[in-house]
């Protein structure tokens, strides 16, 4: 079965650490990759997507995150965090399937950054 | 553009009732997708709508209904509420072209099954 998996479900820097989100998948064919973001009392929101193309991609707010197709990863870091990083962050990905669409989401990990 | 619209933001019903959730995609979307999401199960696939028609559909039981209106506007309908359901519904309009192919979530309703 599909599904994606998150390493750390809490995680908890000071301000200016860097930060870096495991996620793995498990599905054999190609995929659409993506992080979102849930700030607290918001919705969600996408980060970045990965397609195709360059396996490093940048986000909003200073987020980038890499493609290791061999590792079946897809990592999210930032250089330097914020307290306004705190947040819920979501790996997804969307297997590309005769034009259906459906995202399959991790379980989650909780940012903390305190100041 | 305006975003995705949900309504109600929040609801409260009792065991047995049924419930409608509605969601108005960002204009010129044409696909609607559903997510439950819950403390315990995550964030789950219901099911996606696109030209009326539902095209894909998750692994929950029947009581989850859902349609598609000409103007892409979607409702979900939950029948027999357990308490169980309680959860937060997410509407998500998928934006798709050569280069892209996107979703873009709701602020959601928050349903309390009591």
């Known amino acids: 079965a599909q599904s994606v998996s998150q390493h750390n479900h809490h995680v908890i820097l000071s301000e200016a650490a860097s930060l870096e989100l495991g996620c793995n998948y498990s599905y054999g064919g190609t995929v659409n990759l993506f992080w979102y973001v849930q700030y607290p009392g918001q919705h969600l929101q996408l980060l970045l997507k990965y397609f195709s193309g360059d396996p490093l991609v940048k986000g909003i707010k200073g987020f980038e995150a890499e493609f290791i197709k061999s590792k079946f990863s897809f990592n999210l870091r930032k250089p330097s965090v914020q307290w306004s990083d705190t947040a819920e962050y979501f790996c997804?990905?969307?297997?590309?399937?005769?034009?259906?669409?459906?995202?399959?989401f991790g379980a989650g990990t909780r940012l903390a950054v305190h100041p | 553009k305006a975003g995705v619209t949900q309504t109600p933001r929040y609801l409260i019903k009792t065991r047995g009732q049924q419930v409608t959730l509605s969601c108005s995609p960002i204009s010129g979307h044409r696909s609607v997708s559903w997510y439950q999401q819950t403390p315990g199960q995550g964030l789950q696939f219901l099911f996606e709508y696109f030209s009326e028609t539902q095209r894909n559909k998750g692994n929950f039981p029947g009581r989850f209904s859902g349609r598609q209106f000409s103007n892409s506007r979607s409702e979900m309908n939950v029948s027999t509420l357990e308490l169980g359901d309680s959860a937060l519904y997410l509407c998500?309009?998928?934006?798709?072209?050569?280069?892209?192919?996107?979703?873009?979530f709701g602020p959601g309703t928050r349903l309390t099954v009591l």
């Open positions: 997804a990905v969307s297997p590309i399937s005769g034009g259906y669409n459906k995202l399959i």
């Open positions: 998500a309009s998928r934006f798709r072209d050569r280069s892209t192919d996107t979703q873009y």
